[in-house]
T-cell receptor, first 114, second 109 residues
């Protein structure tokens, strides 16, 4: 069965610092991979996705993520964090039947210090 | 842009009431989903539908039912609301990417 782990429950960074959020997945083949952001009281917003091709993908709000097959990872990065990036971040994988079998990680809460 | 609209953002219902949560998507997606989200428990799938009038149970279907009479609309029904169903409910639709609505906060008193 597919699974997604996000090892960090909560991360705190200073505004302007770089950020990396970790995501590892378990799946037999190459899955479709996603990152979402959720602000308090809101739904999940798609940041970026990877289906195939270039393993470094760019997303909205200045985020990027890199797919590493050998490590079964899809880590999210941002070179300089803004206070408005404080939110919950979810990694997700879509496997067996694309479009129907989304599995979400537990989320990482990001706090940003001024 | 994909739009998933949940008609009610905040609801307060009494125990035993029948509750309808409505969701509409505008992208002609085949697949639609209902999740609930609780602190520390992440996203849990209640039901999903892959076609009109078709539904599949998710991880926590007990106490819920769904209806999909039209492709764009997916309703979640709480037949007899209970206090342990107080939660945030998220509707979503997908083709190869899943998109979410803004969420419906339900409080059962």
């Amino acid at each position: 069965a597919q699974s997604v782990t996000q090892p960090d429950i909560h991360i705190t960074v200073s505004e302007g610092a770089s950020l990396e959020l970790r995501c590892n997945y378990s799946y037999g083949a190459t899955p479709y991979l996603f990152w979402y952001v959720q602000s308090p009281g809101q739904g999940l917003q798609l940041l970026l996705k990877y289906f195939s091709g270039d393993t470094l993908v760019q997303g909205i709000k200045g985020f990027e993520a890199e797919f590493k097959r050998s490590q079964s990872s899809f880590n999210l990065r941002k070179p300089s964090v803004h206070w408005s990036d404080a939110a919950e971040y979810f990694c997700a994988v879509d496997g067996l039947v694309h479009g129907q079998n989304f599995v979400f990680g537990p989320g990482t809460r990001l706090s940003v210090l001024p | 842009d994909v739009k998933v609209t949940q008609s009610s953002r905040y609801l307060v219902k009494r125990t035993g009431e029948k509750v309808f949560l409505e969701c509409v998507q505008d992208m002609d997606h085949e697949n639609m989903f209902w999740y609930r989200q609780d602190p520390g428990l992440g996203l849990r799938l209640i039901y999903f539908s892959y076609d009109v009038k078709m539904k599949e149970k998710g991880d926590i279907p007990e106490g819920y039912s769904v209806s999909r009479e039209k492709k764009e609309r997916f309703s979640l029904i709480l037949e007899s609301a209970s206090t342990n169903q107080t939660s945030m409910y998220l509707c979503a639709s997908s083709s190869n990417t899943i998109y979410f609505g803004e969420g419906s906060w339900l409080t059962v008193v």
